[in-house]
């Protein structure tokens, strides 16, 4: 790997807080190579870039941009949900990239996602063996769903964590202030799909110095109406007011997702609802309290205002390693957080093989969810706590986050054929 | 006013992230005139607390403690909804009030709250001509609606207007980053009751230097779903993408709350929504556009993470206010925020009589709506700037925003006689 190639790098899927922090870990990693790395080019809303030769030519960008992407939220190149099929199925795709690529000299690619990312990467890292093009394929890990296996944390998921347990605090604090006479309860509703960790970091709204009312209804565990609403009705009667976290992916025990309940409106149409509307209807029928709901939606995923600075970090750093790990003449390779102290929180890159990460989903263990099925261990305390730990704020202007938007200049197409997604 | 005499000071109605904040101003500056004001009373759960003799006596707070209470979110004290009927048609209430005012020496009367305490407020105060007990009522505004007249702005709406704004902008990065392959329209339903200033903020979030298609549907302005729907198309044609913010107050042409859509489950029962879901239910009928839709409920207003400074510098200087009126010899007032200077922002306190405040709702002007009813004029945008200006975060404590729960230790009972709210 002695000769100096051009970059792709793309994001992919559900973006974050801190995507654009393994940007800018990456594009200053590279750019301070350039006798092994030429351009970077950035693939405008994901591999979709690739596939349509629409590229971003990020040595356009000065160097005080890339440095504002650490704190700037979501995808400054656009992202994009689309999965690659497998050479066999599609060659056609494969066939494309590598007509792109090459007309571009790119020899590194560089793609930052979750679980169907890391499939879309190994895809391409197979198109050296495969189909004789030399590629190098480095998975930069992230997800708001904390999912991913191998890594011992996301890249996305502390923040969100940091914000659903602010929120959840500050919302009881509020509930709590109202309860005698109105808002007895509080649901709020957090991102999560099939997993229940980001459920899991509304619980950490409660701890020692400040004691809360919390119950957590995670994916894992099989929704009971009977045994949640004595759960809720207790801690009223011991409270006086109780918070509850639903995750989106809470599921009755025939599989069934709670929030898809047949809503109708007036004219018979199906209504696409929340889940926390749902449970919050539930309490009305069965216990008649006053609630209150909010449903956090993108607002958590693109909280960059109150990011975890361990989460900024740890995103940086994993841009960073993507680039070392490349100039190794590694392939098909995903850097992780490696988490190798607990008591004081530290934690290094290592590194998995793509294989082990494609399409696996992490789920929360048992002996982080509490036996009653509504709350949290100290074991998953002892987890999630450094990864929500210290403050990253974004610099403000007129009252509000001053975040960047990049020029995103087009390199000028060489293939300059369509392609049909 | 030369006799030292006890103060009674409660919180009213929803609570923001900075009435405490106006508290701390209240207790801190009270605490400093020991030979006019004993010792403060708060009302446990508000009034309430008064007609209960449920007092809390505050002197059992360090001064450590009331100095927190300037960054911690939500009613210290618990606030409550109750409004006192008119003496003439409810005698009893008031004289129970007096039974407990005269049980502990209370001759000031320091109400937190919005439009229906004020008129409350106005109710006591009248207790000194009517019924010859000797008190002077003082109002402190607060209230995230910004509804109350005669005062510039109300403290807990600045904090709100940031917190929306950020929120509106962090989201719209999203969307703009996933707009490609998924989501292109956003919705952020907001409070804000009959007044559209919490949903105008939202419209903050775009500026000269970072525009945002943004489209507000405000509650002073009819829904009218084909005008919407064609702005939406327009939108996301220029864009690819499009925020929506919609106040919960957003009303049809039919004076029927867009949120009040007759849904019913599978077995027929009537749910209660957000509003937020139906406009973007009614986007998917008309334009086929994949969303998104968040409710922010208590989020917003529990915010204290992400306050204005100027909202907790105002709170807490209009909790000063009201002691150093009422040390004046003043009764049936309000200390109000005049801003003095917009280019460069200046504010300072002035006072009105309580009469013109009670159950007046001040909605946004017309020359603050454009012409299209969808978004904020520059006169608007001069008036929410400042108001949104600042930070003023909370110290953390372990990844979490360290807020303090006063010990609130209640004063013996001296009337010790029950009282049927």
Chains 1, 2 share one sequence.
């Not at 400054?76 to 792109?100: D, H, M, P, T, W």
């Not at 502390?158 to 309860?179: H, Q």
């Not at 098909?332 to 988490?339: D, E, L, N, S, W």
């Not at 399409?359 to 999630?384: A, H, Q, S, W």
Request: proline residues 4%; aromatic residues 10%; charged residues 25%.
């Amino acid at each position: 790997m002695n000769k100096r190639k051009n970059a792709f790098y793309a994001q992919s899927g559900g973006v974050t807080a801190v995507i654009n922090a393994s940007a800018a870990g990456l594009i200053e990693t590279a750019r301070s190579k350039p006798e092994k790395i030429g351009k970077i080019y950035a693939g405008r809303n994901g591999i979709i870039g690739a596939l349509t030769e629409d590229l971003i030519d990020t040595s356009k960008e000065s160097a005080a941009a890339i440095r504002k992407l650490r704190h700037t939220p979501a995808g400054a190149f656009g992202s994009c949900r689309y999965k690659l099929k497998s050479i066999e199925e599609n060659r056609k795709q494969y066939e494309r990239l590598i007509e792109v690529f090459a007309a571009h000299d790119i020899g590194y690619f560089f793609y930052n996602g979750g679980g169907d990312s890391a499939d879309t990467c190994l895809k391409v890292s197979q198109l050296s063996k495969k189909m004789k093009y030399p590629i190098q394929a480095i998975h930069i890990p992230k997800t708001v769903d904390n999912d991913l296996p191998i890594t011992d944390n996301c890249p996305g998921f502390g923040s969100v964590a940091k914000y659903i347990a602010t929120s959840t605090r500050e919302a009881s604090f509020d509930v709590a202030s109202m309860a005698k006479t109105s808002t007895k309860v509080f649901i709020l509703e957090v991102m999560g799909r099939h997993a229940g960790w980001i459920a899991a970091a509304g619980a950490m709204a409660s701890d020692a110095a400040t004691e809360i009312p919390i119950i957590v209804l995670f994916p894992e565990v099989p929704f009971n109406r009977k045994n949640f609403m004595a759960e809720v009705k207790r801690k009223v009667s011991e409270f006086g007011y109780v918070s509850v976290v639903v995750s989106e992916g809470a599921k009755g025990k025939d599989g069934k997702f709670l929030s898809d309940q047949g809503l109708v409106d007036a004219f018979g149409h199906a209504q696409l609802g929340g889940v926390a509307p749902v449970v919050a209807n539930m309490i009305k029928q069965d216990l008649g309290y006053k609630y209150h709901w909010a449903v956090a939606d993108y607002l958590q995923r693109a909280a960059r205002h109150i990011a975890s600075k361990t989460d900024v970090e740890q995103a940086y750093a994993l841009g960073k390693a993507a680039v070392q790990l490349a100039l190794k003449g590694e392939n098909a390779i995903m850097p992780t957080i490696v988490r190798t102290s607990n008591s004081l929180y530290r934690w290094k890159i290592g590194t998995t093989k793509l294989n082990r990460v494609a399409n696996v989903e992490k789920m929360m263990p048992k002996n982080f969810i509490t036996k009653d099925g509504f709350g949290i261990t100290p074991k998953c305390r002892e987890y999630l706590g450094p990864l929500m730990k210290g403050e990253d704020y974004p610099p403000f202007k007129n009252g509000l986050p001053d975040y960047v938007r990049l020029k995103n200049i087009s390199v000028k197409k060489r293939v300059n054929t369509e392609f049909k997604l």
